[in-house]
Nanobody, 118 residues
Framework: VELVESGGGLVQTGESLRLNCKVS????????MAWFRQAPGKGRDLVAEISVGSGSTVYADSVKGRFTISGDNDKNTLYLQMNSLKPEDTAVYYC????????????WGQGTQVTVSS
């Protein structure tokens, strides 16, 4: 499985970005997909998660009301719409995939940098 992120960049406070994660699925399907982020010197934290089957979503408290996770099954693409960006959103953003029957996120993209200037 290959995950390729795109859409990161440098924006100012209050602006928006949309991240994309193109997924190549082969012998199995995903149970959940998610966006994580890692700021310098910190761990990788969950930003938003979506159930592929039901479409139910979970968000970190820090992004609720500002970020929206969605997916397009026909395009095998996961999205993260980020609005009202803040400097504290600056991080490398990774998409992850948890296959059916697996307890962990086993597959990751290479990451895309998001920088929000004040």
């Amino acid at each position: 499985v290959e995950l390729v992120e795109s859409g990161g960049g440098l924006v100012q406070t209050g602006e928006s970005l949309r991240l994309n994660c193109k997924v190549s699925l082969r012998a199995f399907t995903a149970d959940t997909m998610a966006w994580f982020r890692q700021a310098p010197g910190k761990g990788r934290d969950l930003v938003a998660e979506i159930s592929v089957g039901s479409g139910s979503t979970v968000y970190a408290d820090s992004v609720k009301g500002r970020f929206t996770i969605s997916g397009d099954n026909d395009k095998n693409t996961l999205y993260l719409q980020m609005n009202s960006l803040k400097p504290e959103d600056t991080a490398v953003y990774y998409c992850g995939l948890r296959p059916m029957g697996h307890p962990m996120y086993d597959y990751w993209g290479q990451g895309t940098q998001v920088t929000v200037s004040s």
